[in-house]
């Protein structure tokens, strides 16, 4: 007998659909691609229960008589290709014919469409991939398909979605990204009845980029225009100095279509150069017009990536075009004219002032408050730290639990000093003495005892009583504000008040992001009001974070959270670890002795802390038996 069947049509669509279908937004994604092909230039989609109760698109394309609608539904059914020759020259953002029987066999789905020149419209009704009816249609010339119960037969798939709020994000992202490339295209999304996203057909980008990214980032951009080897490229890049903790926000199109590829980064990061900082990546907006026979789309299933014939090339056009743009920002200084006298430049420079007869010390420390000489640093015990008394056992969000003793608070560590700081006096030699560590830490393994170093401006190098120990320095203040921002949502203690409340500027998905997840944020000891649709005022923060760049530090966290696929905790405690994870110092701030050991310190007072909020080490050691099995000694 043989072993080899032909899988039935309808088990062929449910595995295609698993290829294709990753979630909602690819649903969303490949309906609107179609609706794009069809001519359309109204588009209005709606959305209940982040996709999986409905995904609805309407448009006022070309539409399809009753035969092609019904073709739609075979697979590989589609009007975008004929021949061979086509897959080396595809124009249009569809053209395999696996979208729709894909979606149609994993829901309840229905169409209706009307050509212009028909009398009335057709409608077919589809459950699981099975035609349940169809019949005629009253309807508007174009093309309406609905999409209901999306995984009602795939209940193992529909268990691997995020959480609403993360689909909506998606949902939303996939509209963006199919709204930029065509902004003569009237785009709508409703989300559970709202409008989430209303954006005008337009001649010019500039509207769309303000109405989905927000004023701040608009004047935060460069306009791009370049041609190069036929490779048009046209749109806008970030201005030195703003940039981003992700890729997510360089979006670029080739031929109208949202991709990823290697050569496109490769040229954005050599046309920028020195100019954006190691692990920063700048936002852009580019569009790549260019020959359909010079780049291959048909690569991955969802269309997302693709290769070029030249990639060389490719990543070379891309370079000087942002070259180009960066050096056209540059505006020339003028110099000095030899006829004017220079006389009355310098006095027009001039300033007269009268000291002030008192310090101004006296302003801020009163003598009779000034503050007590720092403590000298507990003696440096030989023996290993006293083993701790019965405590019960706290749950730690997940991770391994250890008895620890009650301790005060631990107070936020001191911000890094400057990298550069200002030349004033000369510097004192260190001194190589260990910087001692209380000897009452709660941990019976080889918690570190004496600061000895820091490797890289990234590791504690400390002493412990079984060898030596290094500490990575983020990771272990990471876990420190995670602990102290816990306890403090937990004991309602007051937020920190900004003196001067921040405007801060948000991209329509963080700020959708924001909103939903307010009264987390405001348990934390954010204290938030809105401006606008995508403004907010920050009127304070958590006792427990530096007020250095309050904006970097909320939209970072904002950009992790937003996609959550690497959480491993609840999503409230993931609000935690994310701030304390963006309000840690990081790898190569310099840290001073004294401040490794006030940090080793606070670690010590954590229930929890040989690891970070999220699972990974704080400290690793290198045992004395280790040390002296390498230099031959045993």
């Not at 969303?28 to 359309?40: P, S």
Request: aromatic share 4%; glycine share 6%; hydrophobic share 40%.
């Amino acid at each position: 007998m043989s072993k080899i069947h032909v899988l039935s049509e309808h088990l062929s669509n449910r595995i295609a659909a698993g290829e294709v279908i990753e979630r909602p937004a690819s649903v969303l994604k490949e309906l609107v691609e179609n609706a794009i092909d069809a001519g359309a230039d109204r588009i209005r989609v709606e959305i209940e229960r982040a996709g999986t109760r409905l995904i609805a698109v309407s448009d006022n394309g070309c539409g399809m008589d009753p035969d092609d609608a019904l073709l739609s539904l075979e697979p590989h059914g589609t009007s975008k290709i004929r021949e061979e020759a086509d897959i080396d020259r595809i124009a249009t953002l569809g053209f395999r014919g696996e979208a729709i029987p894909s979606i149609a066999a994993i829901s309840r789905f229905s169409i209706e469409t009307r050509t212009a020149d028909a009398l009335e419209g057709f409608r077919v009704e589809v459950a699981g991939g099975k035609i349940v009816e169809t019949l005629p249609a009253g309807c508007a010339p174009g093309t309406t398909i609905r999409v209901r119960d999306l995984f009602f037969n795939t209940p193992a798939r529909k268990k691997f979605l995020k959480s609403p709020a993360t689909e909506e994000h998606h949902l939303e992202e996939a509209l963006l990204m199919l709204a930029l490339p065509y902004p003569r295209i009237t785009f709508e999304l409703l989300m559970d009845g709202r409008v989430a996203i209303h954006s005008p057909a337009s001649e010019q980008l500039d509207s769309r980029l303000r109405a989905f990214f927000g004023r701040h980032f608009q004047d935060q951009m460069l306009p791009v225009q370049h041609r190069e080897n036929g490779i048009d490229i046209s749109g806008y890049i970030a201005a030195p100095g703003f940039s981003r903790n992700s890729r997510r926000e360089q979006r670029t199109f080739v031929n109208g279509r949202a991709v990823e590829s290697p050569a496109l980064y490769r040229g954005l990061r050599e046309g920028y150069a020195t100019l954006s900082d190691a692990g920063r990546y700048p936002p852009c907006v580019l569009f790549l017009t260019m020959d359909p026979g010079a780049v291959d789309v048909n690569v991955h299933p969802a269309k997302r990536e693709v290769r070029f014939k030249q990639e060389y090339v490719v990543s070379r056009a891309v370079a000087a075009a942002v070259g180009m743009a960066l050096r056209r920002r540059r505006t020339p200084v003028s110099a000095l004219d030899p006829k004017v006298p220079m006389e009355p430049l310098l006095e027009s420079v001039r300033i007269h002032y009268t000291p002030s007869p008192v310090r101004q010390e006296d302003f801020f420390e009163p003598p009779e408050q000034a503050a007590p000489a720092a403590l000298p640093a507990e003696p440096l015990t030989a023996a290993a730290p006293p083993a701790p008394p019965a405590a019960t056992i706290v749950p730690d969000t997940g991770l391994t639990d250890q008895p620890r003793v009650d301790r005060e608070p631990a107070t936020p560590l001191p911000p890094p000093p400057a990298k550069n700081p200002e030349p004033h006096a000369p510097e004192e030699t260190p001194s190589r003495t260990p910087h001692p560590l209380p000897g009452a830490m709660v941990f019976n393994g080889n918690w570190p005892t004496a600061v000895i170093g820091v490797l890289d401006d990234t590791y504690i190098i400390a002493s412990g009583p079984a060898g030596l120990v290094l500490v990575d320095q983020h990771a272990a203040h990471e876990r420190i504000l995670f602990e102290q921002l816990l306890r403090d949502s937990s004991a309602d203690i007051p937020a920190q008040r900004l003196l001067l409340p921040l405007s801060v500027e948000l991209p329509r998905t963080a700020a959708a992001m924001l909103w939903r997840s307010r009264d987390l944020l405001e348990k934390l000891g954010f204290d938030l009001e809105p401006l606008g649709n995508h403004t907010i005022m920050l009127n304070a923060v958590p006792a427990a974070l530096p007020t250095g760049d309050l904006e970097k530090l909320l939209l970072d966290m904002l950009a992790e959270l937003i996609e959550n696929t690497a959480a491993r905790l609840p999503l409230e405690t993931e609000f935690v670890a994310r701030a304390a994870c963006k309000a840690a110092i990081k790898a190569h701030d310099h840290l001073t002795p004294e401040m490794a050991r006030q940090l080793l310190e606070q670690l010590g007072k954590c229930r929890q802390g040989t690891l970070c909020p999220h699972g990974r080490p704080t400290m690793l050691t290198i045992t004395l038996a280790e040390i002296e099995r390498r230099f031959g000694r045993k």
